[in-house]
């Protein structure tokens, strides 16, 4: 099957490996689509915090599956799947309490183990979703839309409630995505001026600076700890901040304005239990991702491609398209 190895910063790798076969408690996906996200980006460049090399890129995926040792779960050959990149123990403080996005012992394809740039990954049972309607597109976009719904989940967001979403790659879309379901009024603060207008097309009001209006939730999704450290300023009375970018960098934070406002800070980590949810909302037309996707390649272009796209100023989202070739 064709692979495509991150071998080291800007070194991507076209090379046939084995196929592997499905382990114990796993079934065996032939991948179908790839969402590359920007950690994907941050990796290639070298910027990514705890990425390690050589590794396969891929974590936002779908695929079909082909063989399957236990049909446990109701999952069946041919059953069309997203796939929950994230590997948690089970057994640890966090996932004993229902988190398992924090597990300590944590892994993510495409991060900690190879991801799904390839023909063929062996999956465990309990991370696989299906669907009979959703396109294969709409599987593969659902790992982004569940960093979304995570964030406005832990915010508590209500109906009526003001939201300023900072930042509107496509986590932040995602954020002001579940914002508008929740009912709320949301603003976008973006520097790209295609994104302030797709945000527009979503439905929220999209500025090129932050001006004087607090929001009673602002979600910061920029991964900047200089636009995280202003965030709490744009944070009304009792209201509430949510990091939803992360950074190595420190974050400086204005303790007088933060008691005064008594404002709550929450840190959301990837997603928990919104698989589910999404499939359930995508098969009942509520959420319509058709525009979000602006590029595609397949999967032997990615070494030419993956490149140059972060400098792609109308870029939203890429998907990576797999066929027989690469089998």
Not at 79 to 91: E, M
């Amino acid at each position: 099957m064709r692979q495509i190895l991150l071998a080291a910063p800007g070194q991507l790798v076209e090379r046939q490996v084995e196929r592997p076969s499905a382990l114990p408690g796993e079934a065996l996906i032939r991948i179908r689509r790839v969402g590359v996200c920007g950690s994907d980006f941050h990796a290639l460049a070298g910027r990514h915090p705890i990425y390690t090399y050589p590794r396969v890129l891929g974590h936002e995926l779908a695929g079909e599956v082909v063989e399957i040792p236990d049909n446990r779960n109701g999952i069946k050959i041919g059953d069309k799947c997203a796939i929950d990149p994230y590997i948690y123990c089970g057994s640890c403080r966090a996932c004993l309490r229902g988190r398992t996005n924090c597990c300590e012992q944590l892994r993510l394809y495409g991060v900690h183990v190879d991801g799904g740039m390839q023909g063929f990954l062996s999956v465990r049972l309990d991370l696989l979703h299906k669907s009979k309607t959703l396109s294969l597109d709409q599987l593969a976009l659902i790992e982004t839309l569940g960093i979304g719904a995570h964030a406005v989940s832990r915010s508590g967001l209500k109906k009526g409630e003001s939201a300023l979403v900072i930042g509107s790659g496509p986590i932040g879309l995602g954020v002001v995505q579940f914002a508008r379901l929740a009912g709320s009024t949301v603003r976008v603060v973006e520097l790209n001026s295609w994104r302030r207008k797709f945000a527009e097309m979503m439905g929220a009001e999209a500025l090129l600076q932050a001006d004087d209006q607090l929001a009673d939730v602002v979600f910061d999704a920029t991964g900047s700890a200089e636009s995280m450290s202003t965030s709490l300023q744009h944070v009304a009375s009792t209201g509430r901040l949510v990091f939803v970018g992360l950074t190595k960098d420190p974050v400086a934070i204005n303790d007088a304005l933060l008691h005064r406002r008594e404002i709550t800070i929450y840190a959301s980590r990837n997603s928990c239990g919104q698989f589910p949810r999404i499939v359930q909302m995508f098969e009942e037309g509520l959420i319509d991702t058709t525009p979000w996707i602006t590029d595609r390649m397949a999967l032997i272009e990615v070494p030419q491609r993956l490149q140059d796209l972060p400098n792609k100023l109308t870029l939203i989202k890429a998907v990576v398209e797999l066929d027989d070739s690469d089998a």
